[in-house]
């Protein structure tokens, strides 16, 4: 584990992930004191990429919970393999040895047991302890809100028919959320928290050269400099940094040197994922965006 804020950013900085001092305090934080780290921000600014900077830099596994809609305890916990319980049941009939209480002894034990994620992120591993993504966690309902935090407050679960496994050692957590609801207060809490925003043009021109050092200085600063305006513009969706290395990529691939107007147009789609948003920009608010940064460059 980290010894420093300085040392979180540099072992971050070593997985392509770079981020700024009070984002690495928070890391180094929670880290040290063993908490749930809470994230909050808009899509595509990069809360899930640093649960897995996280695990690469320090060794760790990496376990995600992708949360949605109707997510249960039983799924993001545990479920019985019934398949193999059934043919266990028939074979032990067939056999004539079908003790009830043997049975089921046998059909409710480890080996038919499938575990997911919060089971998995409570068990010992080699390495130390894993590091648990709970990713997009406004995307459930407050039921599972609430287990949850009875889950995060002891880092144990409870399977009915083999009792309590709590973790030996807490894992890392890291709890994302894109804001699309409130998450409960209560939940909040027991976390340290840090709202991830987008990052400015300087910062943003490093994330892309550490994720696409390929593309030349001239097209790195136009690409970041158009993406940070389009910010400025009232969209239905801003894109993130996500999108910015998408969309050098995709120039890359199509062996730009610069930004045009009509480069701009046929690979907006890389960048805005609305077609109202994609019509806004179209045309002269593209040719206009693209004129000013210009200016600004040249005058920088």
Not at 86 to 93: C, D, G, K, Q, T
Request: with cysteine; glycine share 4%.
């Amino acid at each position: 584990m980290p010894t420093s804020i300085d040392a979180v950013q540099k072992a971050l900085a070593d997985q392509d992930y770079i981020c700024g001092r009070p984002l690495a305090t928070v890391v180094f934080l929670a880290l040290k004191l063993g908490r749930p780290l809470f994230l909050e921000g808009e899509a595509g600014t990069g809360k899930t990429e640093i649960a897995k900077a996280i695990a690469a830099a320090y060794g760790r596994r990496l376990i995600r919970l992708q949360c949605y809609e109707g997510l249960d305890a039983a799924s993001a916990v545990y479920e019985w393999n019934f398949a193999a319980q059934m043919m266990a049941i028939r074979a032990a009939e067939a056999e004539g040895s079908a003790d009830k209480d043997l049975l089921k002894a046998e059909v409710f034990s480890a080996d038919y047991l499938i575990e997911r994620p919060l089971l998995q992120a409570m068990r010992p591993h080699p390495e130390g302890p894993p590091v648990l993504l709970i990713d997009e966690l406004d995307r459930t309902d407050e039921p599972f809100e609430a287990f949850l935090l009875e889950a995060l407050s002891e880092f144990q679960v409870t399977i009915p028919e083999l009792g309590t496994i709590k973790a030996a050692e807490p894992p890392i957590v890291i709890v994302t959320s894109n804001r699309t609801r409130e998450v409960h207060d209560a939940l909040k809490r027991r976390c340290l928290y840090h709202w991830v925003d987008y990052p400015d043009i300087e910062r943003e021109m490093e994330i892309l050269r550490a994720r696409v050092p390929e593309a030349s200085a001239i097209l790195s600063r136009e690409v970041v400099a158009f993406v940070q305006k389009l910010r400025d513009v009232d969209l239905f969706k801003k894109p993130g940094v996500a999108e910015t290395i998408d969309w050098a990529k995709c120039l890359l691939a199509l062996d730009v040197i610069e930004l045009s107007p009509q480069v701009i147009a046929d690979t907006l789609g890389a960048i805005l994922k609305y077609q109202d948003d994609i019509q806004k920009i179209q045309g002269s608010e593209a040719k206009r965006l693209l004129d000013d940064l210009r200016a600004e460059i040249a005058g920088g």
